[in-house]
Every structure is written in structure tokens, then in C-alpha cells.
């Protein structure tokens, strides 16, 4: 099994432009999130999703769209990029929303200038 | 003031030393996760808790739910134990709210 996977690992965007987060995981999870780290802060949700076809906002979803058209697949598309979304994103995904073992992918840093 | 307060923010220890890394919450809760986040940013699963105590290799996890505190414990400490350690809580039914995190370093 892969676990979680992202891509792409470094982005750097003009502000404005926008572009496509991509996880996707191999384990069958039906509950998948994506947080963003920012120094001097803990992991802040931003979009989650509790199975195909079924997306919730987190704690911080401006600026943010996801879809979930797959267990497997979901995408976080930054509309028009701010220096604000400046922060590292992380994709993890879990067997339902209480379960002991959250996987997280490996991370992108991105960069808006 | 923040949901999850996570103290020491950085520890320095020498290898072979026991090391205790404090996870404080305001909320009432129903589990409580413990993650350590590698050096190159990759973030792993070790305890969810939820009453009492767990224990894994040399890293043990407690909770004391009267309190609304929890530890994070490593025995033999080891430089390869360096890493981010991030305490995160769930209140019934909801998102996850991640503490800032703890540095540990740990010299040879």
C-alpha cells in the first residue's frame, strides 16, 4: 500500500493564480481531511469529507474548494491564491471519523507570492 | 487562549535521559491523539487515548480525564526520538484541534 499520497511536494504561485492539491489514498477510508500548518500554530482543518460524494467545511474552508467523487481521490483547489494560503498542507485520512490511527500524506509546501 | 496547550514548546535532553511532554485541554473530550511530525514534515499516528495509560516500545501515553491532562512519556531517550510531538483532542462527534507542538531534541 502506498497510505496517503500528495502531490505536488513544493508549489510557488503569483497571487491570483490557481491550482489543485492532489491526495489520494489507498487503504478504502471513508474519512478524509485536509489541515494546513502555519508556524506558531497547530494543524487548522480546512475541508473535510465523511465519504464520496459527502464534503464539510473545517475550521478554515475560505479560499478552499474540495470535491470527493471517489473514496480514493481528494482534491483541494485554491481558487485565487493570496499570500494568506502561504503554508505547508497536509492530506490525512482515517477509517471513520473516531478511529485510533490518523495517515497523513507527506506534506506540500506551498508559496504565493 | 488556545483549546490544547502543549508545554514544554522546545526540550533539549541528552540521550538516555526520561522525558515528559505535557498536553493540557479546556473542552471536554472523547479521545486524544499523540503524533510525532519527523524532521522532513512527515506526521505519524502513536496513541489515541481515551482513559488511562498506553504504552508502545519505549513511549508510554497517559491520560488523567478529571484533570484534562495527558503526558506523553519517552524512556531511554534516543537521538532518533527528535521530532515534533503534537498533542491533538476530539470533543464527541467533531474535528480534531491540534496543540502547537513540542521540539524535542536529543543530543548524543
Known amino acids: 500500500n502506498a497510505g496517503v499520497t500528495q502531490t505536488p511536494k513544493f508549489q510557488v504561485l503569483k497571487t491570483g493564480q490557481s491550482m489543485t492539491l492532489q491526495c489520494a489514498q489507498d487503504m478504502n477510508h471513508e474519512y478524509m481531511s485536509w489541515y494546513r500548518q502555519d508556524p506558531g500554530m497547530g494543524l487548522r482543518l480546512i475541508h473535510y469529507s465523511v465519504g464520496a460524494g459527502i464534503t464539510d467545511q473545517g475550521e478554515v474552508p475560505n479560499g478552499y474548494n474540495v470535491s470527493r467523487s471517489t473514496t480514493e481521490d481528494f482534491p483541494l483547489r485554491l481558487l485565487s491564491a493570496a499570500p494568506s494560503q502561504t503554508s505547508v498542507y497536509f492530506c490525512?485520512?482515517?477509517?471513520?471519523?473516531?478511529?485510533?490511527?490518523?495517515?497523513f500524506g507527506p506534506g506540500t509546501r506551498l508559496t504565493v507570492l | 487562549k488556545n483549546e490544547v496547550e502543549q508545554s514544554p514548546q522546545n526540550l533539549t535532553a541528552q540521550e538516555g535521559e526520561f522525558i515528559t511532554i505535557n498536553c493540557s485541554y479546556s473542552?471536554?473530550?472523547?479521545?486524544l491523539h499523540w503524533l510525532q511530525q519527523h524532521p522532513g514534515g512527515g506526521i505519524v499516528s502513536l496513541f489515541m487515548l481515551s482513559s488511562g495509560k498506553k504504552k508502545h516500545g519505549r513511549l508510554i501515553a497517559t491520560i488523567n480525564i478529571q484533570e484534562k491532562h495527558s503526558s506523553l512519556h519517552i524512556t531511554a531517550s534516543h537521538p532518533r526520538d527528535s521530532a515534533v510531538y503534537i498533542c491533538a483532542v476530539r470533543a464527541s462527534g467533531s474535528r480534531l484541534t491540534f496543540g502547537e507542538g513540542t521540539q524535542l531534541t536529543v543530543n548524543p
Open positions: 473542552v471536554g473530550i472523547s479521545a
Open positions: 490525512a485520512s482515517s477509517y471513520s471519523l473516531a478511529a485510533d490511527t490518523q495517515y
